[in-house]
């Protein structure tokens, strides 16, 4: 129900834009965010963004060069990624979750798009 694609190889310093569309669900209904996971490392809170679109929240690591917009008139979220690091390479992942706020917490998201790839070379 949710379909993460966008990434890909770019170098340090670079830019590229996730995109996460969703269908089967109400998408007005729900908090989302994007997480994203390093080999071996933990899956960590990368964005967030309310149901109505006013309120953002990113981890410290990104804030300044990520954005997370959304359209609702199209089921689909962003991320927008600018200045590129090579500690930004890892497993994006787009989620959902009933929760009325923006949680940095992997089990309160109900719904994963499958992960798309995002590799920067230094």
């Known amino acids: 129900q949710l379909q993460a694609s966008g990434g890909g190889l770019v170098q340090a310093g670079g830019s590229l834009r996730l995109s996460c569309a969703a269908s089967g669900l109400t998408f007005t209904n729900y908090f989302l965010g994007w997480f994203r996971q390093a080999p071996e490392k933990e899956r960590e809170f990368v964005a967030g963004i309310s149901s109505s679109g006013r309120s953002t929240s990113y981890s410290t690591s990104v804030e300044g060069r990520f954005t997370i917009p959304r359209d609702n008139a199209k089921n689909t979220m962003y991320l927008q990624m600018n200045s590129l690091k090579p500690e930004d390479t890892a497993i994006y992942y787009c989620?959902?979750?009933?929760?009325?706020?923006?949680?940095?917490?992997?089990?309160?998201?109900?719904?994963w798009g499958q992960g798309t790839q995002v590799t920067v070379s230094s």
């Open positions: 989620a959902a979750t009933s929760r009325s706020l923006i949680t940095t917490t992997v089990y309160e998201y109900n719904y």
